[in-house]
C-alpha cells in the first residue's frame, strides 16, 4: 500500500464508527479531524468531500459485518445451520466492537432514505446482498432435501431482514436487548421450522 492509500484507509478507519453511531448529516468535519487528527487539507486530499467519506465509511462498516457473518456461515454444514448464523449475530450486534452504533444497513437507510441519494443507493445494494445471500442458502437447502421444498426464499429472506433490522431498532432506541432477544428467538423458531 502506497502511503495516500495508507492515509485514506486510516481515515476510512476512524470515521466509520462515527458515520455508522452519527449518521451523515451528525457527522460534522470536525468530527472527522478529532478522529483523525488530521487537518481539513489532508482530509480533503485523499477524499473529494464528506460524500466520499461517508461513502467509503459505509463500505467498511458493511464490509466488516458481511464478512463477520460469511465466516460464521462457512463454518456450518446444514442450510439450517447456516440461516442461524443470522439470528445470533443479530442478538449480539450492539456488543460487536467493530459496528459501535449498531447495523450499518439499518442506520445507513434511515439516515439517508431521502436526503443522501448515493448513500440511499449503498443501503439498497447491501440489503439486494443480504437477501439474495439468504435466498441462496434456502434454495439450495431445497435442493439437498434440508428446507421443505415449498418455501418462499424470496418471501423468507424479507421476513428474516424485516424481523431482524426491527429488533436490532427496538434495541437501539430502547438501550435493551428484550425485544432484540424475543424477535431472535422467534425467528430461530422460524428457521428450524423450515427443516424438511
Known amino acids: 500500500m502506497s502511503k495516500a492509500e495508507r492515509t485514506r484507509q486510516f481515515i ?14 451528525g457527522t460534522s468535519l470536525t468530527d472527522i479531524i478529532d478522529a483523525t487528527g488530521l ?8 477524499f473529494d468531500n464528506k460524500d466520499e467519506v461517508a461513502l467509503a465509511a459505509f463500505e467498511y462498516n458493511f464490509g466488516n459485518i458481511t464478512n463477520y457473518i460469511a465466516i460464521r456461515i462457512r463454518e456450518r454444514e446444514s442450510a439450517i445451520q447456516k440461516l442461524l448464523v ?6 449480539q450486534i450492539l456488543k460487536l466492537s467493530f459496528l459501535k452504533g449498531g447495523c ?3 442506520n445507513t437507510s434511515v439516515d439517508a432514505d431521502d436526503t443522501h441519494p448515493m448513500l440511499k443507493e449503498k443501503a439498497i445494494a447491501a ?26 426464499a424470496t418471501e423468507f429472506a424479507a421476513i428474516l431482514i424485516s424481523l431482524t433490522e ?9 438501550s435493551k436487548p428484550t ?18
Request: charge should be positive.
Open 166 to 174: 426491527g429488533a436490532v431498532m427496538q434495541a437501539k432506541v430502547s
Open 179 to 196: 425485544e432484540l432477544n424475543i424477535s431472535m428467538d422467534f425467528l430461530e423458531k422460524m428457521i428450524r421450522e423450515l427443516k424438511n
Open 86 to 91: 443470522y439470528p445470533e449475530t443479530h442478538r
Open 39 to 46: 487537518t481539513k487539507g489532508a482530509i480533503y486530499g485523499n
Open 12 to 25: 476510512i478507519e476512524k470515521t466509520a464508527p462515527i458515520f455508522n453511531s452519527k449518521g451523515y448529516s
Open 104 to 106: 450499518p444497513v439499518l
Open 127 to 152: 440489503l439486494s446482498l443480504w437477501r439474495s445471500s439468504i435466498e441462496r442458502i434456502i434454495n439450495k437447502g431445497i435442493q439437498t432435501k434440508e428446507i421443505k421444498k415449498n418455501t418462499n
